[in-house]
């Protein structure tokens, strides 16, 4: 895979997984990839099993906790640093392997890790920041599967500060591929109108060539 760039592995042969109009990316959303049901019942699974960690990091010299629980899986060597933390990878549980090699399956790329987020609540979010890491390599493809509440997803284009915002729905994937993570920010807004909990899973793939260089971004 080293020098391979990931988005010409991608393919949207899946039906249904429909390309939205940004300019500069490629970034493609299926509503219903997963049924309601599979989404609500992998929702109650992964709260209970998966050993959900609250990150602190480093801002301004301050240390805060970040707005969201989170658990990072995946092959041996997909270690990663952000913010001064170092994570190492917990193994890959049945559910998300199976979830991975679907995916895998119906994109082409060959995933190897993910990253959960548990928003507890609408105060939980993400900022604004790129999938961009050296060690995803040139032109990641991020697998994205939601569950559980509606949220508001934004997409900031860099050059010209124009927003497009999408709602993520219960059992829905949204893929980003090609320049979307050097053309876009992407983040989670908060808000006050939601109290149901969302995870998002974030399928990546990482080169053990290129795992030295782990170190993803601040994510507040
Ligand atoms: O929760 C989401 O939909 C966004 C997650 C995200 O941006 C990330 O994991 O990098």
Known sequence: MLNTVQSDLFHTSTPGLQALPLKDAQVSYQPDWLSEQAASTLITQLQQSLPWRQDTIKLYGK??????????????????????????????????????????????????????NWYRDGQDGMGLHADDEPELGEEPVIASVSLGAERKFSFKH?????????????????VMAGQTQRFYHHGLSKTRKIIDGRINLTFRYISPDLCKYTSLSNHN
Not at 64 to 80: F, K, M, N, T
Not at 158 to 174: A, F, H, K, V, Y
């Open 158 to 174: 860099l050059p010209t500060g124009e927003r497009t915002d999408i709602q993520l729905e219960n059992g829905s994937l949204l």
């Open 63 to 116: 240390s805060v906790s970040i707005p969201r629980l989170q658990s990072w899986h995946g092959a041996p060597h997909c270690e990663y640093t952000y913010s001064g933390l170092r994570m190492k990878p917990h193994p890959m549980p049945e559910a998300l392997g199976e979830l991975q090699q679907r995916l895998t399956d119906e994109l082409g790329v060959p995933f190897n890790c993910v990253l959960a």
